[in-house]
């Protein structure tokens, strides 16, 4: 298989390098092109893959074609490599936000098969999260081929595109979230000792842990937290506090907000 992306910002770069790490594809197998040249030439020496002159070089040398540039410029390179996608009806797969299926069938061809997906930054270290939606010429052979590339760097759940929104805040902004509770935690142990490498590297591994523990109880997380919680215990004065600063609203506020941004 032949990847070729258009566009190596901060995703497309964490996607290359979760397929290379987990074997993917080799770095020969990745042919990279971007607006900036010191860039996408940079990033193809330092890992191996294949640096393109053009756009249409990309999709020329590519199977799948990940559009992966600014959706301020995504319809204009779109229409800009159209001829070059439908000549042999390469798969385009976008990870550029806001870009419904529709609007990508209307510029680059109506019979395209078309991937629209929405991954998180933890696709670098083969532990992320990606939402993906198919047009109705992507099937079979060529749609397990596209979703097995973020099978290989996460999980992949199908949605209606009416939810990537809500999507890409639980999974794509709320890593920053996450890290934000991570820092919060880890000071708190500082104001009580403990050393900040010390205290982020408890609280990351907790929340880790946490987190797989959720994943693979058949509990509901309140059930796992009650296992955690003695009666008049320390925990629950903790939640109790928690509670009483707003912790629950705060974050459904940070969820609303983001998804009203998204919306914008």
Known sequence: MQLGFIGVGGMAQAIIKGLLAKNELAPDEIVVHSAHPAHYEQFAQATGVVAAKTNQEVVANSDFVVLAVTPNVAVDVLKDIREDLNAEQKTLISIVAGLSLERMAEVAGYELPILRTLP?????????MTAIAANDYLTGAKLADAKGLFDAIGSTTELPEANFSTFSALAGSSPAYIYLFIDALARAGVKHGLSKDDATKIAATVTAGSAQMVLQSDEVPFALIDQVSSPGGSTVAGLLAMEEAGFMTA??????ATIERDQA
């Not at 998180?120 to 992320?128: E, P, T």
């Not at 974050?251 to 609303?256: E, M, P, Q």
């Open 251 to 256: 974050v459904v506020k940070g969820i609303d």
């Open 120 to 128: 998180n930054l933890n696709v670098a270290i083969g532990v992320g």
